[in-house]
């Protein structure tokens, strides 16, 4: 552990009296930008400036980064903080040809931590004098009136604006999924519980020379069971694979035992991408890990592919499977249909999610929705933020089964 004396020990005068002040400033601005930076992060880095050679900026940047940040996914994040806030002094003099370098390089899209330290950096500029505030005036209105959260649920993910898309992924971080839990064959102790345990009343007995005092009791373990998730990212369905994919990114990180696959020419496991806490990183993950987003529609071929590699790896103990697609598929439904068949046989519940169903006049006229709707238990529509709801107290619903739909 490094001693605190070892923090003060730096320059009092001179060009390195501010060094103190600036480390202090950049604590705070990695705190305002997400980072969990406190008095020990801060003191670590003093101590390790002490230790390095000031005027070399990459060891500067080893030492704090080394003693600052202790997670993987916060590297990106402190890189991009200690480029901009120790910005190099000769940087202004180099500004027009950086300027003129950027503008021969193809446009590149902003790391997906930019926004919370553009946002951050802003909390340093002094705000501009508040107003002297005006006495609200009494006023009655009498107009029939509905109120943005309750316009907001009902109204479809495709017409919404970049402010409501923003509105409505803040909804969903706070919707909360609690499975219907379902008994497993494993026990545990529980001095009340209903079925004896006879090993450990044995075993209980030796010490007492093979007598038996008091009977062992046990209960079985509940736990959710495993949610998978098929979520079609075709042309058709990439505008409402985009917000879904927030809501599946908020169901794996409040519980265990979720698994995603994303398809659309091509099935793409993307589990592992959507465990990550920040959901900017999680996303921009994401998107490097799928080749074929808002490509065509290979609906049959996915599944089957999942059948044959996945279905026995993540389809056990009674999993629930959300199949997310319009039924839309270029191969014509070929397969398809035997694909979904062995795809419900494999899980307890198939909830087939389609947005199509927004549509009161809705009529399953194409193949590939005429080939699946006959295997799937239920059939649900999922367009805005109360149809999510209505899905999530159907998964919690005890008494919810098998409900074959009607072909």
């Known amino acids: 552990m490094i001693p605190p004396k070892a923090a003060l ?14 480390l ?36 500067v940047h080893a030492a704090l980064r080394a003693t600052m940040v202790h997670r993987h996914e916060h590297f990106l994040l402190f890189d991009q903080a200690f480029g901009i806030f120790w910005r190099d002094p000769d940087a202004a003099r180099h500004a027009a040809a950086m300027a003129l370098m950027d503008g021969m390089k193809e446009e590149k899209k902003p790391p997906p931590a930019a926004r919370r330290l553009a946002e951050a950096l802003q909390g340093d500029r002094p705000k501009p004098p508040r107003p002297p505030e ?18 907001l649920q009902a109204m479809d993910f495709e017409a919404m604006s970049a402010a409501e898309l923003a509105a409505a ?14 008994p497993t064959r494993r026990f545990r102790a529980d001095p009340n519980g209903p079925f004896t345990d006879l090993r450990q009343t044995t075993r209980a007995s030796l010490r007492t ?35 879904l994919i927030h809501f599946l990114h908020a169901v794996a990180n409040d ?67 959300l199949l997310i697609t319009d039924g839309l598929d270029r191969e014509g439904a ?26 009161a006049a809705f009529q399953p006229k194409s193949q590939g929705i005429r080939a ?8 649900r529509p999922v367009h805005n933020l109360s149809s999510l709801r209505d899905l999530v107290s159907t998964l919690s619903d005890p008494r919810a089964g098998r409900m074959r739909s009607a072909g």
């Open 9 to 22: 020990a730096l320059p009092p005068t001179g060009q390195g009296g501010a060094l103190a002040a600036n």
């Open 134 to 151: 005006q006495p609200p005036e009494d006023r009655v209105d009498m107009t029939f009136t509905v109120s943005e959260r309750e316009r």
């Open 24 to 59: 202090l400033a950049f604590g705070r601005l990695l705190r305002r930008a997400g980072l969990p930076v406190g008095p020990t992060e801060m003191l670590a880095g003093a101590a390790a400036l002490g230790e390095v050679a000031i005027g070399d900026r990459a060891q």
């Open 372 to 379: 699946m709707l006959p295997h799937v238990d239920e059939f």
């Open 209 to 243: 020379g093979g007598e038996i005092l008091d009977l062992a009791r046990r209960r079985r373990v509940v736990r959710p069971p495993p949610l998978v998730a098929l979520c079609d990212i075709s042309g058709s369905m990439a505008r409402y694979a985009q917000i």
């Open 169 to 182: 992924r803040r909804e969903i971080r706070r919707m909360v999924l609690p499975l219907d839990a379902r």
């Open 255 to 321: 519980r265990d035992r979720v698994h995603t696959f994303l398809f659309g020419t091509r099935l793409t496991n993307v589990t592992r991408q959507l465990r990550h806490r920040d959901a900017e990183v999680a996303f921009e993950a994401v998107a490097k890990a799928v080749p074929d987003w808002s490509g065509g529609t290979r609906i049959g071929d996915s599944l089957a592919l999942f059948n044959r590699l996945w279905s026995r790896r993540v389809l056990g103990q009674g999993a629930v499977v």
């Open 334 to 359: 070929r397969g398809l249909a035997e694909a979904t068949d062995r795809l419900q046989r494999s899980c307890r519940r198939l909830i087939w999610l389609n947005p199509l169903l927004r549509y």
